[in-house]
């Protein structure tokens, strides 16, 4: 299993952002996918989840401005950033549980400027 994430970068303050975790070497459709983050000194937190069937959880800090997304055919998780803020600088990091494992991408860094 590979997670590789991409498209992070740097945006202003009230931006918007997508990001992108493209999934190989597993059966993408049947597996829940995650997106996590971790800002400078603090600990990795989870900001969105997906299930198999499309159902959709949020942190409360992220709710009505990122939208998390899948598309089976290309096994590609997405994550929709809007209204950005500098409390979303992080590295952003995709995540699958396969086989009773837990699966990292490599991260992708977003920087929100003041």
């Known amino acids: 299993v590979q997670l590789q994430a991409f498209g992070g970068g740097l945006v202003q303050a009230g931006g918007s952002l997508r990001i992108s975790c493209a999934a190989s070497?597993?059966?993408?459709?049947?597996?829940?996918m995650y997106w996590y983050r971790q800002a400078p000194g603090k600990e990795r937190e989870l900001v969105a989840s997906?299930?198999?069937?499309?159902?959709?959880n949020y942190v409360d800090s992220v709710k009505g401005r990122f939208t998390i997304s899948r598309d089976n055919v290309k096994r590609t998780l997405y994550l929709q950033m809007n209204n950005l803020n500098a409390e979303d600088t992080a590295v952003y990091y995709c995540?699958?549980?396969?086989?009773?494992?837990?699966?990292w991408g490599q991260g992708t860094q977003v920087t929100v400027s003041s």
């Open positions: 070497g597993m059966n993408f459709r049947l597996a829940p």
């Open positions: 997906i299930s198999s069937g499309g159902s959709a």
């Open positions: 995540k699958t549980e396969y086989w009773n494992k837990d699966f």
